[in-house]
């Protein structure tokens, strides 16, 4: 069984190579635009994993990321994003975050 996998990025060139770079390793995934677009798709499937970034339109990677913990606590999240302050990390990881990528 394939392992599917939310990717919640709004860059599209950063998303596609993601997407694209996972889906050669075997995984499926569903790319989504932001964080809105997000929780759409997560109410309409199942997946093993969310990969999120951070600074994104209409709703960010955090707001996202508590809606998600809100809806399904157990889901493994992961943020991957360029914020890398001290206080970003911290606050992805206060949110329940799995891991925080820079």
């Known amino acids: 069984m394939t392992q599917k996998i939310l990717l919640v990025e709004d860059d599209p060139n950063l998303g596609i190579i993601v997407q694209e770079h ?18 759409d798709q997560f109410d309409k499937d199942e997946y093993d994993l969310c990969l999120v970034d951070v600074m994104m339109p209409r709703i960010d990677g955090f707001a996202f990321a508590r809606e998600v913990r809100r ?23 206060r949110i329940g975050c799995d891991d925080y990528i820079t």
């Open 22 to 39: 996972l889906q050669m390793n075997g995984f499926g995934v569903t790319l989504s635009v932001n964080g809105e677009v997000g929780l």
């Open 71 to 93: 809806r399904q606590p157990e889901i493994p999240l992961i943020f991957l994003t360029a914020k890398s302050l001290k206080e970003d990390k911290i606050e992805g990881f």
